[in-house]
């Protein structure tokens, strides 16, 4: 199964083993400025820490779908619970591996198509919700749930639309439908929280490293291609001119009043419900 680049991407550069947005008690304290590696990859323990003190106490085996480079993986199993690992990536099929000296249980399919007769309490779906199908992926975690099983979700929804074409609407559930699905295949909400303002220092941080370091870079190279190959500059400008307008619309991505309009970063601790 392909490669998520984007995905391979943030963890070859940020090097750490999560691929989530991390955790800021104190988002308001975060100074830009001074922010490190070192303390977004504290942040992305702290998403860790935070979102798995939201696992109840009857819980002994988890399926952590969409596990990424396996941080949460590793994080689960130093705190005693039993955990497999899924992702159709294989990228990650090879990092899972290698981490945990082979001897993980990894699933090598998107969740939809997970066929299995095992059974889990909880089904953990960290920043993976997004990227699957609404119904298909209720369905499925109902089928490889125990009686009394959880599914435990923490990922960003968009709670508000306008007429704009904003790149929040993209790859990103609605969600009131989000809800709906679970209530209507058999999930109880039972617990939520919206760590939006949370996990928000991370994109800022992505936001101001681009406007202090990568911006000006690329100003400068390409003041320098124009200045010393300016026949080349004006044919490049031309074969990727419209394109580069349109990958700069995505920058929107990591605005954070934009994401904070429209979407909301939310946990969602979901039981089965089950006939007695
Ligand atoms: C943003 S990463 C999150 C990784 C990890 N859970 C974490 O919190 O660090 C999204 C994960 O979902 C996986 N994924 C994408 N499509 C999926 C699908 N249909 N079923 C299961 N996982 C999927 C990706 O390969 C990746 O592992």
């Known amino acids: 199964m392909p490669v998520d680049n984007v995905l391979k991407l943030y963890s070859k550069t940020i090097r750490s083993s999560f691929l989530h947005y991390g955790f800021w008690d104190n988002p308001s304290e975060v100074s830009l400025e001074s922010l490190t590696l070192q303390d977004l990859k504290i942040a992305q323990l702290r998403y860790a820490e935070h979102l798995c003190s939201y696992i109840p106490s009857d819980v002994n085996s988890i399926l952590d779908v969409g596990c990424g480079i396996g941080g949460n993986a590793e994080y689960l199993l130093s705190k ?36 299995s007769k095992k059974k889990y309490d909880l089904v953990l779906e960290s920043e993976s919700a997004c990227y699957i199908k609404i119904d298909a992926g209720f369905k499925k975690a109902k089928q490889i749930l125990n009686k009394k099983g959880y599914l435990l979700v923490s990922d960003y929804f968009v709670h508000f639309r306008d007429e704009s074409k904003s790149p929040h609407f993209k790859s990103s559930h609605d969600m009131n439908t989000y809800l709906e699905s679970a209530q209507k295949n058999g999930f109880e909400l039972v617990k939520q929280y919206d760590q939006t303002d949370n ?66 970063y939310m946990i969602y601790l979901f039981k089965k419900k089950y006939a007695e």
């Open 80 to 115: 005693g619970f039993h955990v497999e690992t899924l992702s159709p990536d294989n990228y990650q099929k090879r990092v899972i591996s290698d981490k945990f000296n082979k001897k993980m249980i990894f699933h090598h399919t998107k969740f939809e198509n997970y066929d």
């Open 199 to 264: 996990t928000m220092p991370t994109l800022e941080y992505a936001g101001y490293f681009l406007e202090r370091f990568i911006k000006p870079s690329l100003d400068y190279g390409f003041y320098s291609v124009k200045k010393n190959y300016p026949t080349i500059s004006k044919m490049i400008e031309k074969m990727i001119g419209s394109k580069w307008d349109k990958k700069k619309q995505q920058l929107d991505l990591i605005d954070s009043k934009k994401f904070k309009k429209y979407r909301k």
